[in-house]
């Protein structure tokens, strides 16, 4: 008998921990709390955190404002994660502080396109 693979939507507990990890990322970014010289004063926005069933892994979702960064902005985010998941245990009670990475956040850029076909079918619309 086949497995059905379509993907698990987050139990409550995730997003409720998802949801308090992403507060506490974007206060230790707001607050400068990161040690990383080059990331110090670029402001990081924090769209998501998604969290493993197990809650020991969690990916965030981030964009510099603006798009605007180093190059190597997600290198460094990676690089300083074990810093910041330091950071994220003293401020969140959990008996395990999930193993941080940190993705590009796309969907600003997804939603655009979005609106720009709209727009596009909209204006074709009106001209018929």
């Known amino acids: ?3 059905n693979n379509t993907p698990k939507a987050p139990s409550q507990r995730q997003l409720r921990v998802g949801e308090e990890i992403r507060h506490v990322l974007s206060e230790i970014f707001r607050n400068g709390d990161l040690y990383e ?3 110090m ?13 197990d809650l020991r892994n969690a990916t965030a979702y981030v964009m510099p404002l603006g798009g ?4 190597d902005f997600l290198t460094l985010l990676n690089a300083s994660a074990p810093q910041i998941s330091h950071l994220v245990s003293k401020r969140i009670k959990m008996k395990f502080t999930p193993r941080l990475s940190f993705r590009m956040d796309n969907s600003f850029d997804v939603a655009f396109e979005i609106e720009q076909l709209i727009d596009k079918v909209k204006s074709e619309n009106d001209e018929d």
């Open 41 to 53: 004063n670029v402001s990081i926005t924090v769209s998501e955190v998604r969290i493993s069933p």
């Open 1 to 3: 008998m086949a497995k």
């Open 68 to 71: 605007q960064g180093p190059q």
């Open 37 to 39: 010289a080059q990331l």
